[in-house]
């Protein structure tokens, strides 16, 4: 939460998150997911990279995923959860 209070403090037009949620508690995890979805609703655009898929697809518009540095699908949230394939390939669900 500081490390998001500094950036925003700089009043930025773009906030680029690495992993915010990275070894927290998931009640912590809701809290970062409520801040971020808090973020978007006032203009602020955010690019998250994130290792907790739901926590992402909640705050998400647009999703990409990764595979060793190369964009290996996209797609709105709602068409991800609906590709199970996609999931169990890349993303170990």
């Known amino acids: 939460m500081l490390a998001i209070a500094r950036a925003l403090v700089t ?5 680029l ?7 927290l508690s998931p009640l912590l995890v809701k809290e970062i ?10 203009g602020l655009s955010v690019l998250l990279v ?10 998400a518009d647009r999703v990409y995923v990764m595979s060793t540095g190369t964009v290996v699908w996209e ?19």
């Open 11 to 15: 009043n930025p037009d773009t906030l």
């Open 17 to 23: 998150m690495d992993e915010p949620s990275e070894g």
């Open 33 to 42: 997911g409520r801040v971020i979805r808090e973020l978007k609703a006032s």
């Open 50 to 59: 994130e290792q907790s898929l739901p926590m992402a697809l909640s705050v």
């Open 75 to 93: 797609g709105t949230p709602a068409q991800l959860e609906a590709d199970p394939s996609v999931k169990a390939r890349f993303l170990g669900v």
